[in-house]
C-alpha cells in the first residue's frame, strides 16, 4: 500500500521555467510533509517542509503548497537552474508514530540549460 | 545540520556473505534510523537505531537479516547478513535533529553477485 505516492516519474523543464513537482497522500493521520533532493551518489538533502497547519511555506526559489482536503501538496520552483537537475523525493510523517517518514517513489527533474 | 559519513561507500559482495556498514555522525543524536533504496525504488525504512536498547525494525525487515548496533549517540552499525542478489541496494543512515526533519548520510551502494 503506497501510503505516498509520486505519480510523475520525471519532469523536464527549460531553464528559468518553473518546476512543478506534484505528490498525493493516502493517510489522513500525516501531519508533516517534506521535500528532499537527491543527486547521484549522494544521500538525499533536506529542502523544505510544511506542516499540515499551513498551506504554504516559501523558502527562495523553493515553495511547498498543501492542499488538505485533497491530501495533495507540491513543490515549485522558480526560476529552475541546470543545477536543480535531481531526484526530487516527498516525504510524510506521522508525529504520532515516532516521526517516521513514508517516502514517494521519486521524480526525477531535468533543467534543460 | 550534522557531519553524518558512511564506510564503505561502495561495496561488492558474494551471495551468502554479510556485510556490516558504518555510520558516524559528528555530534551525539537520540534517533538514527537505517534505509534502503533498492534500484529505481524509494526509500524504504529498514528499522530505528536506538541507543542503549534494540533496534525497533519495520514489517518486512528482521534482526537476523539486519543487525543493528548502536553503541553510543555518536555511531551505528547495520549488517546485511547471508546476502543474496535481492539485496543489492544503497543503504542509507538517517537522524532527526528537529521534531520531522531527518539528514541523511552519503549512502553505501551495495551490489551483491
Known amino acids: 500500500d503506497q501510503q505516498v505516492k509520486q505519480n510523475s516519474p520525471s519532469l523536464s523543464v527549460q531553464e528559468g521555467r518553473i518546476s512543478i513537482l506534484n505528490c498525493d497522500y493516502t493517510n489522513s493521520m500525516f501531519d508533516y510533509f517534506l521535500w528532499y533532493k537527491k543527486y547521484p551518489a549522494e544521500g538525499p538533502t533536506f529542502l523544505i517542509s510544511?506542516?499540515?497547519?499551513?498551506d504554504k511555506n516559501e523558502d527562495g526559489r523553493f515553495t511547498v503548497f498543501l492542499n488538505k482536503s485533497a491530501k495533495h501538496l507540491s513543490l515549485h520552483i522558480v526560476p529552475s537552474q541546470p543545477g536543480d537537475s535531481a531526484v526530487y523525493f516527498c516525504?510524510?510523517?506521522?508525529?504520532?508514530?515516532?516521526?517516521?517518514?513514508?517516502f514517494g517513489q521519486g521524480t526525477t527533474l531535468q533543467v534543460k540549460p | 545540520s550534522a557531519v553524518i559519513s558512511q564506510k564503505p561507500s561502495r561495496d561488492i559482495c558474494q551471495r551468502g556473505t554479510s556485510l556490516t556498514i558504518q555510520c558516524q555522525v559528528d555530534?551525539?543524536?537520540?534517533?538514527m534510523f537505517w534505509y534502503r533504496q533498492q534500484p529505481g525504488q524509494s526509500l524504504t525504512l529498514i528499522a530505528t537505531?536506538?541507543?542503549?536498547?534494540?533496534?525497533?525494525?519495520e514489517s518486512g525487515f528482521v534482526i537476523d537479516k539486519f543487525p543493528i548496533s548502536r553503541p553510543n549517540l555518536t555511531f551505528s552499525t547495520l549488517t546485511v547478513s547471508n546476502m543474496s542478489p535481492e539485496d543489492s541496494s544503497i543503504y542509507l543512515c538517517?537522524?532527526?535533529?528537529?521534531?520531522?526533519?531527518?539528514?541523511f548520510g552519503p549512502g553505501t551502494r551495495l551490489t551483491v553477485l
Open positions: 516525504a510524510a510523517s506521522d508525529s504520532g508514530n515516532t516521526g517516521k517518514l513514508i
Open positions: 555530534s551525539q543524536v537520540t534517533m
Open positions: 538517517s537522524l532527526r535533529l528537529g521534531p520531522h526533519e531527518q539528514f
Open positions: 510544511i506542516s499540515s497547519i499551513k
Open positions: 537505531a536506538n541507543q542503549g536498547s534494540e533496534a525497533t525494525y
